[in-house]
Antibody, heavy 117, light 109 residues
Framework: QVQLVESGGGVVQPGRSLRLSCAAS????????MHWVRQAPGKGLEWVTF????????YYADSVKGRFTVSRDNSKNTLFLQMNSLRAEDTAVYYC??????????WGQGTLVTVSS | QSALTQPASVSGSPGQSITISCTGS?????????VSWYQQHPGKAPKLLIS???NRPAGVPDRFSGSKSGRTASLTISGLQAEDEADYYC?????????FGGGTNVTVL
């Protein structure tokens, strides 16, 4: 069965960096596009970024463009999110999600990122 | 680009039917057959309920159904059950980005 397990969250000071990982199993990771979606405490879902199956295409929400970078290692079935210049408003649970066509068919359990001094 | 618009809350009694609306624009909901719906229980990850406006993945009860008319998509829950109490989100693809609705909290009275 499809499993997505995020890691790397924690408490970080404003302006600092953090790298999230998402370990995928149960499907052919190298043939599927992937997303990161976040959810601020008590708030709704916000799409963050997309990466194509081979890493050749990346799209970002305006709120993170220029600060966040998505990448993947298909040899290790792992998705990454490098987050730089973090702000208080980046505080959220970050989910990785498998893409199928234009929707998100499987989600991880999420990892919490707290940006605070 | 603004998020899609959903009512903040909807309620119904067990056995009743409820409908959640999701309003977008000519660039997203009206432009693509890419509206999807997700259910999220407290403290849990979202779960896919409906894909591409009307398609129900295996394992999702047939009392969940989706539709779309112009800029507004809808999720209908027929025969409401206690376990349907959750948050529901719509999503739509638009050019090189994805939009979510603000979420609707469903209460079973």
């Amino acid at each position: 069965q499809v499993q997505l397990v995020e890691s790397g969250g924690g408490v970080v000071q404003p302006g600092r960096s953090l790298r999230l990982s998402c370990a995928a199993s149960g499907f052919s990771f190298r043939t599927y596009h992937m997303h990161w979606v976040r959810q601020a405490p008590g708030k709704g879902l916000e799409w963050v970024t997309f990466i194509s199956y081979d890493g050749s295409e990346e799209y970002y929400a305006d709120s993170v463009k220029g600060r966040f970078t998505v990448s993947r290692d298909n040899s290790k079935n792992t998705l990454f999110l490098q987050m730089n210049s973090l702000r208080a408003e980046d505080t959220a649970v970050y989910y990785c999600a498998k893409a199928y066509s234009t929707y998100f068919d499987y989600w991880g359990q999420g990892t919490l990122v707290t940006v605070s001094s | 680009q603004s998020a899609l618009t959903q009512p903040a809350s909807v309620s119904g009694s067990p056995g009743q039917s409820i409908t959640i609306s999701c309003t977008g624009s000519s660039s997203d909901v009206d432009a693509y057959t890419s509206v999807s719906w997700y259910q999220q229980h407290p403290g849990k990850a979202p779960k896919l309920l409906i894909s591409e406006v009307t398609n129900r993945p295996a394992g999702v009860p047939d009392r969940f159904s989706g539709s779309k008319s112009g800029r507004t998509a809808s999720l209908t829950i027929s025969g409401l059950q206690a376990e349907d109490e959750a948050d529901y989100y719509c999503a739509s693809y638009t050019t090189n980005r994805w939009l979510f609705g603000g979420g609707t909290n469903v209460t079973v009275l």
